[in-house]
């Protein structure tokens, strides 16, 4: 069964104090792993798609990053627009364009 | 370019009615998917359709939940009868296939 596992749960930063989410998955053949935003009350924004490992996309101050078991969402000098649910999702080879989601990480950046 | 469009954006209904909650696609994506959030499980894909077939419906929950796609610019979610525990947020997304989906805003639905 494909699985996706994210870390951590919360993390609070202060304006300007990079850091990274973790997002660890399993899954009989990567397709593609996803990374979203989501704020509350809105549904979830797509950021990356990351295809292959060693592959890495950037966006404004979000950087992913793919190896074959994890994918890194990297975060330089954060602001605290920034703050979000970030959502990291796997589509297998197999079983089409279904999606797999993890918990997600809460992210907080304090002025 | 409208988005993904659902209708209502909230719903309280008594335990036992008919609950039915509304998709509009992105004109032109032909895969549309129905997704639940809660806080203890996440996001969790209930069902999806390719043009307008169900391709994977094994996320629905029990035989009160159906969905429907008539056509490539609308799909329901149905449940019936509702229960307490089917309270959770949403969503619907369409796609284009191999691309990434683009969600709705959701309906929160809280059965009383």
């Known amino acids: 069964e494909d699985q996706v596992t994210q870390s951590p749960e919360a993390l609070r930063l202060q304006e300007g104090e990079s850091s990274s989410l973790n997002c660890s998955y399993t899954v009989s053949g990567l397709r593609g792993l996803f990374w979203y935003r989501q704020d509350p009350g809105k549904g979830p924004e797509f950021l990356f798609t990351l295809y292959s490992a060693g592959e890495e996309k950037e966006k404004e101050r979000l950087k992913a990053t793919l190896t074959k078991k994890e994918s890194f969402l990297h975060i330089t000098a954060p602001k605290p627009e920034d703050s979000a649910t970030y959502l990291c999702?796997?589509?297998?080879?197999?079983?089409?364009?279904?999606?797999?989601f993890g918990q997600g990480t809460r992210l907080t950046i304090n002025p | 370019d409208a988005g993904v469009i659902q209708s209502p954006r909230h719903e309280v209904t008594e335990m036992g009615q008919e609950v039915t909650l509304r998709c509009k696609p992105i004109?032109?994506?032909?895969?549309l998917f129905w997704y639940r959030q809660t806080m203890m499980r996440g996001l969790e894909l209930l069902i999806y359709f390719n043009n307008n077939v169900p391709i994977d419906d094994s996320g629905m929950p029990e035989d009160r939940f159906s969905a429907k796609m008539p056509n490539a610019s609308f799909s329901t979610l149905k449940i019936q009868p509702s229960e307490p525990r089917d309270s959770a947020v949403y969503f619907c997304?369409?796609?284009?296939?191999?691309?990434?989906?683009?969600f709705g805003s959701g309906t929160r639905l809280t059965v009383v």
């Open positions: 004109s032109g994506h032909n895969s």
């Open positions: 999702a796997v589509q297998a080879l197999k079983g089409a364009q279904k999606l797999v």
């Open positions: 997304a369409s796609s284009l296939t191999d691309r990434g989906y683009t």
